[in-house]
Structures are given as C-alpha cells and as structure tokens.
C-alpha cells in the first residue's frame, strides 16, 4: 500500500529555506515548532536527502521541549552515491535508517558501533527516483511518511506526483537573492490544488492538499 506523504518545511517571507551556501537558519517559531514536533510522533518515517544530513547534522526525533512523545521517528535518507557522514547525530538513536542509494553502489559501511539499525536499499535504476523510494517504503510497511528536505527532494517528490500535502510556514525575514529557494526546476508550471492559511504565531502556515 502507498504511504501518505506530507512534505513540510518553514522558509522566509521571499520563499528561500536556507541562507547563502545551504547555511541552515530557524526560519520556526515556537508555534511552527511545537507543529513540526508533533507531526514528527505522528509520523512513522522522516525522510531528508543526505545534504540535510551532512550541512545541518538534525537529531531528527521528537523534542519534548516543543511536544512530548515517546515515539523516535524512523528515518530514511536520500544518498545516490553513498557518502552521508557515517558520524551524523541522526544515527545516534535506536531506530530504522533505511539509504536509498542508486543502482551498483556497495552499501556495507555502517558497523555495529552506531545505535540505529541502518539498512542500505539499491534503486533497480542508474537514477534514484521517488517511485521506487515511496513503493519501497509501503512495502516496508510505513504508512505515513514526512518529509523535511531539502530542495531537491522536496522539488522531486512534487514534480513526480508523489505526495499528499504540503505545508509551508512563512517566517516574516527577508533572506534576499542569495538564499537557497524552496524549489528547484520545475518542467512547466504546476497547479498544487486547494490551499488552507492561518496564523501561527509571527508567521503563517499554509497547507496544500492535492488537486483530484
């Protein structure tokens, strides 16, 4: 069965999720941040690319001074080549790390020295492509899954029409033209579908739930 996939991330007033060179910012209030934290216990997988991983170094778990829960996430990393930093905090928790790689790439190099369980799946492609990542990931029996990051997954993730919802906070900063966008290139322009506001706090959050 398909996951539901809900793809969030917070981002300035000018749409730019990062500073200059991918340099991560809390663009989050509290507000936005006790939301992540419990969309994250509700979760049953985080999915990020490896250069989420490798730039920001994220604990991705529940922080129980935003939302307190029990529950520790399992996580999935997208890395074609392999090279996620093998030391990164997010393989500090007992969980599931499943890293998706592309097709040939050896996937034997984590020892028992980490806390998570990491598991290394292998496109049938030359290209990793989310088709594969989502039907894996529903075979593996997950049934929701968020998503965090960073542009080019979240640009994939839309452009092939493998997600459910979105939801963008908009933090009142202006980064300026050389800010990472929320976005990559896109084929032609999409219509996402119906779009719900609210305030939160300093900011706005806006859902997108896909057009039928």
């Given at each position: 069965m398909r996951p539901r996939v809900v793809i969030n991330f917070a981002c300035s007033l000018d749409g730019k999720i990062a500073l200059k060179g991918g340099?991560?910012?809390?663009?989050?209030?509290?507000?936005?941040?006790?939301?992540?934290?419990?969309?994250?216990?509700?979760?049953?997988?985080?999915?990020?690319?490896?250069?989420?991983?490798?730039?920001?170094?994220?604990?991705?778990?529940?922080?129980?001074?935003?939302?307190?829960?029990?529950?520790?996430?399992?996580?999935?990393?997208?890395?074609?080549?392999?090279?996620?930093?093998?030391?990164?905090?997010?393989?500090?928790?007992?969980?599931?790390?499943?890293?998706?790689?592309?097709?040939?790439?050896?996937?034997?190099?984590?020892?028992?020295?980490?806390?998570?369980?990491?598991?290394?799946?292998?496109?049938?492609?030359?290209?990793?492509?989310?088709d594969f990542v989502v039907q894996e990931l529903g075979n593996m029996g997950y049934k929701s899954v968020m998503i965090e990051g960073g542009k080019s997954v979240i640009t994939s993730f839309i452009t092939d029409n493998n997600w459910d919802e979105i939801s963008i906070f908009y933090s009142p900063i202006l980064v300026g033209d050389e800010g990472i966008p929320m976005f990559g290139t896109l084929r032609e322009p999409m219509r996402l579908g119906h779009v719900e506001t609210e305030e939160l706090g300093d900011g706005i959050l806006m859902k997108i739930k896909k057009a039928l």
């Open positions: 340099k991560a910012f809390r663009f989050s209030n509290l507000e936005d941040l006790t939301r992540v934290h419990r969309m994250r216990s509700e979760s049953d997988i985080i999915l990020v690319g490896k250069n989420t991983i490798n730039l920001d170094d994220p604990k991705l778990v529940v922080n129980e001074k935003y939302y307190k829960s029990d529950r520790i996430p399992d996580v999935a990393i997208l890395d074609s080549n392999l090279t996620v930093n093998r030391n990164a905090r997010v393989f500090s928790y007992p969980r599931r790390v499943v890293i998706f790689c592309r097709r040939g790439v050896e996937g034997d190099i984590f020892d028992q020295s980490v806390a998570s369980r990491v598991e290394v799946k292998n496109s049938p492609d030359k290209v990793l492509r989310s």
